[in-house]
């Protein structure tokens, strides 16, 4: 039976059981971080590096949680956080023109394990990588995993009332891409 965040807590302060309750919280989060990265950056290789980065850096600071919100929340604006830098610093490097860049991302995510290679589909994700990143973020946050405005606002730290704004908007930009490539 899987540890409650509690104990989980409890067992990372013991230094002799530290090892074993971080295995439990990887155990429990691995799967959801890595779909949010997964989505966020596309690449399943990018995924695992970034997955890899965001549980060491959740080891070198689980110490210091002061579980004011969830485990999960704190993780996952760690995770949010480390992608939208990823994505950053990837835009900066990148000399390859917008448009081929949403082109090759889209058509990855057709081809790559976990994502149908269906058009209907390839077209949203098409339609989603052209949203400015963080839009991007909520969109994929509210919608895929149906998470609740309070729960992306715990995460991104921004207001329910600025979130919804964002999704409305991200949902328009869809809903427009989808109309002019069709």
Same mark, same amino acid.
């Given at each position: 039976?899987?540890?409650?965040?509690?104990?989980?807590?409890?067992?990372?302060?013991?230094? !002799?059981?530290?090892?074993?309750? $971080?295995?439990?919280?990887?155990?429990?989060?691995?799967?959801?971080?890595?779909?949010?990265?997964?989505?966020?950056?596309?690449?399943?290789? @990018?995924? @695992?590096?970034?997955? %890899?980065?965001?549980?060491?850096?959740?080891?070198?600071?689980?110490?210091?949680?002061?579980?004011?919100? %969830?485990?999960?929340?704190?993780?996952?604006?760690?995770?949010?956080?480390?992608?939208? %830098?990823?994505?950053?610093? !990837?835009?900066?490097?990148?000399?390859?023109?917008? @448009?081929?860049?949403?082109?090759?991302?889209? @058509?990855? $995510?057709?081809?790559?394990?976990?994502?149908?290679?269906?058009?209907? %589909?390839?077209?949203?994700?098409?339609?989603?990588?052209?949203?400015?990143?963080?839009?991007?973020?909520?969109?994929?946050?509210?919608?895929?995993?149906?998470?609740?405005?309070?729960?992306?606002?715990?995460?991104?730290?921004?207001?329910?009332?600025?979130? !919804?704004?964002?999704?409305?908007?991200?949902? =328009? =930009?869809?809903?427009?891409?989808?109309?002019?490539?069709?």
């Amino acid at each position: 039976m899987p540890l409650s965040d509690a104990e989980i807590l409890e067992q990372f302060a013991g230094e !002799k059981t530290r090892n074993a309750a $971080f295995a439990h919280l990887v155990e429990k989060y691995q799967q959801k971080i890595y779909w949010h990265v997964r989505r966020m950056v596309v690449s399943h290789d @990018d995924a @695992d590096d970034l997955v %890899q980065e965001i549980f060491i850096k959740v080891w070198n600071n689980l110490d210091r949680f002061r579980q004011d919100a %969830q485990l999960y929340s704190w993780m996952y604006r760690i995770a949010s956080n480390e992608c939208l %830098q990823f994505l950053q610093k !990837k835009k900066r490097q990148n000399t390859t023109s917008f @448009d081929e860049l949403t082109e090759n991302t889209a @058509d990855s $995510f057709g081809t790559s394990d976990g994502f149908s290679g269906d058009q209907i %589909q390839q077209k949203l994700y098409r339609a989603i990588e052209t949203l400015p990143e963080k839009q991007k973020l909520i969109f994929q946050m509210k919608y895929f995993e149906e998470m609740k405005y309070e729960e992306i606002s715990s995460v991104l730290g921004t207001s329910v009332g600025a979130l !919804k704004a964002s999704f409305h908007l991200a949902v =328009k =930009k869809i809903e427009q891409q989808l109309v002019q490539h069709d």
